[in-house]
């Protein structure tokens, strides 16, 4: 009989990709498609749903066409996707009401405030161990029915359906007929009682959204649809395995056991820190989250949120027009010693954790007449590696456990000069593993998982290889006065409103 493959689905907030593992979790094959991002005011990121679908159709024949495989040969299928990014479609003509709204925009900041001005921040956080941030779903929600002319009244009516992107995608692979989000999905959305593990009604009445439109929540590893025939090549194949990326690479990273934590460098960059079936409750920004649902058990993180980390290198070469590719960011930063005390805080939708400041935009300091396009992007790539500095000192604080090791992924892993410095503003090792795509992967170990494919974690723990290790240079005085530098920008950036 011939080989078979798990397809992963990655819907990232950039590019879409579908990706080909085999058993000893290889990728086999990759077909990856950027997107259009839309900026319509300041503060704002917004995606159109049908082009996402679109680019998910296009990157999954790529994939089959370019392997030569027969569909027969993809035993099932796992999805998993960019966080919160909000789709509200019509239930009969399949066409989204608006444009799908990013994780990242602010469009709905005010709203926020105006919630925690009324005393709601408690109540959110002990109900979905969230903070009020325009982040999560629910708020987008809210104004889209408050301001696409009218979807409340449709909405109230049952015509309207939401999702986060999964959902929106498995609406879409099965036909149109299953309407079905998973746990560590829904546990972003701030409708979401993580404890008791349903839609919360208290929160749906704050956010005036109508029970309605939301998905029946699953676990993130069962068979919810078959891909509608009429769409890849005749096949119904199994949908199987569903994950928030962030949670999706916790999973490939085989984290498996609690204190275990990763790191993912994408457009923004994510600490997960697995706490096992205990949810942690953070005192400093950070936020408890499901880490997935399997088998009836739930399993909780950690987990710190940085709303720009690639994104700022795709500025630099959009943008600023300074690079051609954002592969070249590492030769421009290693051309220096240093930034000569430049700093760049690239705060360019706020801050998440653990400053948690909506209002806040990027800020550059330390110029001088001698600074060169070196200094400016090494600054920029640096940032990055302070920001995770920022976001691991408080969960060392939260979780009571100190660093031992870092696993890291995404797609500005890749760049060697990031993760040196990485190592040395943190002073532990630094592990990057053979595959970087570990998002692609844990979706794929979770589809794989409900088919037989795989059989438990032992199997998965065990395909984990390792690629490179970054190991501490640095003087603890250098350290600490970069560090000082990196706390007073980011002070001050906070202090220009
Ligand atoms: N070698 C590199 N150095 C720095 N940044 C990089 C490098 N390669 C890719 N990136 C950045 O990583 C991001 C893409 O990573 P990826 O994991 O695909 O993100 P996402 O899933 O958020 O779309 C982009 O923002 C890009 O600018
Ligand atoms: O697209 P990424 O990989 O930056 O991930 C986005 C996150 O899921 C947002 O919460």
Redesign the pocket.
Known sequence: MSERFILAI?Q????S?AILFDQAGTIRGVA?KEFPQYFPQDGWVLHDAMEIWESVQNVIAQVIVNQGIRVEQIAAIGITN?RETTVVWDRVTGEPVYFAIVWQSRQTADLCEELKAAGYSDVVRAKTGLLIDAYFSGTKVKWILDHVEGTRAKAEQGQLLFGTIDTWLLWKLSGEQVHITDYTNASRTLMFNIYDLQWDDDLLELLTVPRSMLPTVHSSSEIYAYTDPTLFFGAAIPISGIAG?QQAALFGQACFEPGMVKN?????CFMLMNTGEQPVRSTHGLLTTIAWGISGKIEYALEGSIFV??????WL?DGLKMLT??????AYAQRVDSTEGVYVVPAFVGLGTPYWDSEARGAVFGLTRGTQKEHFVRAT?ES?AYQTKDVLAVMEADSGISLKKLRV????A??QF?MQFQSDLLGVPVERPLVLET?ALGAAYLAGLAVGFWTDRMQISDNWMLDQTFLNTMDNEVRSRLYLGWQKAVFATRAFK
């Open positions: 990655d990232g907030t950039t590019s990709r990856q960019q990326d993912t460098y994408g457009t923004g980390a690639g994104s700022a290198i795709q070469r590719t954002a592969a070249e960011s590492e790539v990055i992924d995404g797609g500005a890749a760049n990031l998002t």
